[in-house]
């Protein structure tokens, strides 16, 4: 059986899609549902769908960023958007970002009808039966160490939105004690993935990045002359001096204060 999973923070949709579609004629059962972006996130890390039908415009979600996060990890997971949002743009970027179909509400019966069968019949064009068991699932969606996995080799359109968005997060809260975890939440990702694809398409790791970001910080602030080196250690967020001493002269070839005195 494929595994369809339902969001929308409008419980009539939910419950109306769950119990009116025949679902069986897809041999289709309906694994899960959810009424936000955070817990349809849970539901679909738990129950690993084949096909969602989801909504986009939901109280503390990024429905873009949900999607890349969906289609870098599950390339072969089948998208149906079904919102309320009618900006074209957006709509074209998420399709451009993988999505099956994007239906506008109140949709028609007919509508739905054919982004179901569109989702089966691209699985079965993908090799994908509904037949493979939950282990077999699981097995499949596991990180190997040193398994060069499609969805994490391939610079995709999702993979580099979901890359491009997590370098900027992390710029931005770069002075903060900052962990990957957090990022990989901003992005709709799992840490093991966002690690592998900040990995491949950036050739550095997250550690990297961040005491980059810092560094960069640190350079402006070291040429207020008013500043100690240990404040501004401080202020990009190093927790102590030496580290940042050590990081510094790692990536610039000088110390902090030598750095001063050239500029």
Known sequence: MYKVVIIDDEPLIVEGLSR???????????????YDGAEGMEVIRRERPDIIISDINMPGLDGLKMIAGLKSEFPDMQ????????????ARRAIELGVLRFLLKPSKMNELVEAVDASVKRLLQLGI??????????????????????EGAEITEANSFIVNHALDYIREHSAEKLRL???????????????????????????????????EKSKELLKDPSLRICDVAELVGFQDLAHF???????????????????
Not at 20 to 34: F, I, L, S
Not at 81 to 90: A, D, P, Q
Not at 136 to 150: I, K, M, N, S, V
């Open 79 to 90: 998208i149906v958007i079904l919102t309320g949002y009618r900006e074209f743009e957006y």
């Open 129 to 150: 039966t509904g037949e493979a068991s939950d282990t077999e699932r699981e097995a499949e969606a596991e990180p190997q160490d040193g398994a060069d996995t499609r």
């Open 181 to 215: 975890t957090e990022v990989a939440e901003q992005v709709y990702v799992s840490q093991w993935h966002l690690s592998k694809l900040i990995g491949r398409h950036t050739g550095k790791t997250f550690s990297d990045i961040l005491n980059g970001a810092r560094i």
């Open 20 to 34: 009116t579609m025949a679902w069986e004629n897809w041999n289709c059962t309906v694994a899960g549902t959810a």
């Open 245 to 263: 001493s050590r990081v510094f002269k790692k990536m610039t070839g000088m110390s902090a204060n030598e750095y001063r005195n050239s500029h």
